[in-house]
């Protein structure tokens, strides 16, 4: 039988492959010379790597793949596997054998995670499983030695008592998830850099977070939470606090002395005044937007370095000369302060 032959262009970075057609089925041909191999939307069933090969990147996504192909398990130079948008379900038993494996994005699929799914992903520094539908994780999460972990828009409000022994991660990512607090895991977690919960249902901050000594980016919008705690204020090497669409009705005043941070959003809560924010030293991005406050934030204006401020639906009542002097700022600063 004749083999009708096609070349396709699919997403690869200065790269082309040959795409076999036979009985309706596809092979997907990896060059010999391919360092990075990008796939997408490829209608891929079969993906044929040379054995003998230099690969470092490979990303396969919403190429309809219902397992990752075994044919991945000969790139032993593989550092970045990307196969966000397919519908697997589970991580096979060679995978741990990719000694060079430093990223894995299964983003999207249809994981349903069992122990030993775990232990296959126990090596890799950066794990990605976001938007799988996770409702619980395997007791045997804590094997995980990756330092980023991303699980955000799953289904979970626990985490496995396991989780406490992954103190030496840095980036963990909750977002859209079902958390009603944040769990006491992760008390103790000294490394981590980063923590994201946008949009759970958390009501309070733990005191616990303020024992972060290394945290630089706190992501807690889109919650219930009603207080800062005053813990926080150990926090010296905060960068990023977004707490914005809570239930907050004050700041408390010590937040003018968080030296660190650069980008404070508090907007649509219910905050009726605020601080002296300009005393805060590193501040160059601000948003208080939709809260019920009468007085704008001056001092911020003559803050050098200030970037932007987002203070629009509050209940200000400029007067002529204060819309000159807003205007006059604005040529350095962006600023917004109109209603909708």
Known sequence: MAIKRNIVLLMVIGLFTSCVTQRAKYVTYVPDTAVVFRAVQAEIYYLDIPKDNNIEVLSLTNCGLDRIPSSIKRCKHLRRLNLEGNQIKHIPRWLSSLDSLEEINLNFNKLNLKRRDIRRLSKIEDV???????????????????????????????????????KQ?????????????????????????????????????????????????????????????????????????????????????????????????????????LPDVSKMKSLKDFDCEHNLLERFPWGLLEKPDMEMINARDNDFNFTDEERMRLIKASKTININVENQ
């Not at 409702?135 to 990756?146: H, M």
């Open 128 to 166: 990605l499983l976001a938007g799988n539908g996770i409702k619980k994780l395997p007791d045997n999460v804590g094997v995980l030695r990756c330092e980023s972990l991303n699980l955000s828009k799953n289904q979970l409000s626990t985490l496995p008592k396991s989780f406490a022994e992954m």
């Open 169 to 273: 991660v840095r980036y963990l990512i909750f977002y859209d998830n079902k958390f009603e607090s944040i769990p006491e895991e992760l008390a103790g977690f000294k490394n981590l850099k980063h923590l994201d919960f946008y949009k759970n249902e958390i009501t309070e901050i733990p005191d616990f977070i303020g024992d972060m000594d290394n945290l630089q980016q706190l992501f807690l919008s889109f919650n219930k939470i009603e207080e800062i705690p005053d813990t926080l204020r150990n926090l010296k090497r905060l960068k990023y606090f977004y707490i914005h669409h809570n239930e907050l009705h004050f700041v408390p005043e010590w937040i003018t002395e968080m030296d660190s941070i650069e980008r404070f959003g508090i907007g649509f809560n219910h905050l009726l005044e």
